[in-house]
């Protein structure tokens, strides 16, 4: 009889020890050590090998096909253009945001074009999926459905219906019956993970690995679940705003950081191709406070408007509270509006927003909060025609900002006038006839020009 011992393994890094320790040595994390009981080796059971000889590189055969176009556009993109014959791919989310969703209506796309998909279900029963494709208006007979956990019986499954796409939802709930250990726990994510992608790397089938996501956002499960897998995306979004960013943060076949963005309506995903005529309301004129800024994300640029409300403190201590930009960022923002271009802030209470739910983390948009701030505390408007772009050094200087092309081209293609640019980027820039830029070098001069 074998004898069970007890390992702990940090649900971050994976690193192992056999003693329970408070930080794990591997990632320095704090609290992240679980227990798991392990099996010892059969070392006198010999695996069996399949033994595969070295192949030169050139005479190394590829599919026919290797990319499939879904036609979801955003979501091909952000694959870098289809989804590729044998990748794995693993999305996480918060629950709720629409990945089983997504994914249901990429099997239906896949079986439009006759191929097969297998979905297997850890969570929910057949019959809650069929009620979720009817609501979808996914009725194929190229899509199987199977409510299954065990690791063993999914692979038969695989071998059996030989799909062209897999969906695995969500891998956490998968367990192989030979650990010992509970589904969810390090080990069990890994070896499932691995065998999965084992098998659909062999029978050049895509496969798609939902994972949740912790407290903190990040996937759940060792890291190296996302080392094993080709592409890791991740579903992002307010769960009361509809629109949803697909972001890729790894992508072995493509661009990283590219987004795909989505309305989530009542018949499913709805992809959005024109994201800044969405973000941006034109229909009324800018309060004081409102700016709009041009910004780029994966590699499109996207028009979003950022806001700010200055209002006197009635405590002591002034509140400072944002959303959709870095709070650090906006703390710099406001020392250096007080140090260099003299706004008392000291006494008031602050708030940044981006409107409609989107998260913009690129220096190029400091001087368009700085002068929402400043436009605020003035209270003076900004021309609804104008766009701000640059990036605000400590010395109170505006920096040049990269894609600064794509930046102004988008701003033009909306209709916009005025443009207030970095001088840096002066030299770069191709003459648009319809947009008048206003070059300036510090924080000072913006103010002085424009509130
Ligand atoms: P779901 O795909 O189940 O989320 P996840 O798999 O990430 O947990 O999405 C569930 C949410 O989406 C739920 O709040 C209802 C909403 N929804 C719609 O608004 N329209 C739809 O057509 C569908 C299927 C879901
Ligand atoms: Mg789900």
Redesign the pocket.
């Known amino acids: 009889m074998a004898k069970f011992s007890t390992v702990f393994v940090c649900q971050l890094c994976g690193w192992k020890t056999n003693k329970w320790v408070g930080r794990c040595s591997g990632c320095d994390e704090w609290d992240s050590m679980t227990e798991e009981k392990c099996e010892p080796r059969l070392t006198h059971i010999l695996p069996e090998y399949d033994i595969e000889s070295p192949v030169c590189l050139s005479d190394i055969k590829l599919v026919s096909k290797l990319r499939t176009h879904t036609y979801v556009e955003e979501f091909d993109r952000i694959l870098g253009g289809g989804i590729v014959a044998g990748s794995a791919v693993l999305i996480g989310?918060t629950?709720?945001?629409?990945?089983?969703?997504l994914l249901l209506q990429v099997c239906q796309k896949f079986s439009e074009q006759d191929y097969l998909s297998l979905y297997v279900t850890g969570e929910e029963s057949t019959a809650q999926i069929k009620l979720?494709a009817d609501?979808?208006g996914v009725t194929s007979n190229n899509i199987f459905l199977v409510a299954e956990n065990n690791i063993n019986v999914i692979l038969e499954h695989i071998k059996k219906v030989n799909p062209k796409l897999i969906i695995i939802d969500s891998v956490q709930a998968m367990f192989k019956p030979e650990l010992e250990s509970s589904p969810g726990t390090v080990s069990q994510v890994r070896q499932c993970a691995n065998e999965l992608i084992q098998l659909s790397k062999k029978t050049e089938s895509s496969i798609f690995l939902v994972g949740h996501v912790t407290k903190e956002g990040t996937i759940a499960g060792p890291k190296v679940l996302e080392h094993l897998v080709d592409t890791v995306l991740y579903f992002e979004g307010e769960k009361f705003m509809s629109f949803r960013i697909l972001r890729a943060v790894k992508n072995r076949f493509g661009p990283t950081n590219e987004i795909g963005i989505f309305e989530?309506?009542?018949?499913?995903l709805r992809e959005v191709q024109d994201p800044s005529a969405i973000f941006l309301s034109r229909t009324h004129n800018l309060s004081s406070g409102s700016v709009i800024i041009s910004c780029i994300e994966g590699t499109r640029a996207m028009l979003v408007e950022v806001q700010a409300l200055v209002t006197s403190s009635s405590f002591g201590m002034p509140g400072r509270k944002v959303s959709g930009v870095d709070h650090n960022r906006v703390t710099m923002i406001l020392a250096v509006l007080e140090k260099r271009a003299g706004l008392l802030l000291g006494g008031h209470d602050v708030f940044v927003n981006v409107v409609g739910g989107v998260k913009v983390d690129e220096p190029a948009a400091d001087l368009a909060i700085a002068i929402a701030i400043a436009s605020s505390f003035k209270d003076i408007a900004i021309p609804s025609n104008t766009i701000i772009i640059g990036e605000l050094g400590l010395g109170g200087e505006v920096r040049g900002v990269s894609q600064f092309d794509s930046r102004i081209k988008e701003a033009a293609r909306l209709g916009f006038e005025n443009v207030i640019i970095p001088k840096d980027n002066t030299k770069e820039s191709s003459r648009i006839l319809s947009l008048t830029m206003t070059e300036v070098s510090s924080l000072a001069e913006a103010i002085d020009k424009i509130c």
Do not use: A, D, Q
């Open positions: 989310g629950p709720g945001i629409g990945k089983s969703t979720r609501r979808l989530m309506c009542k018949n499913g």
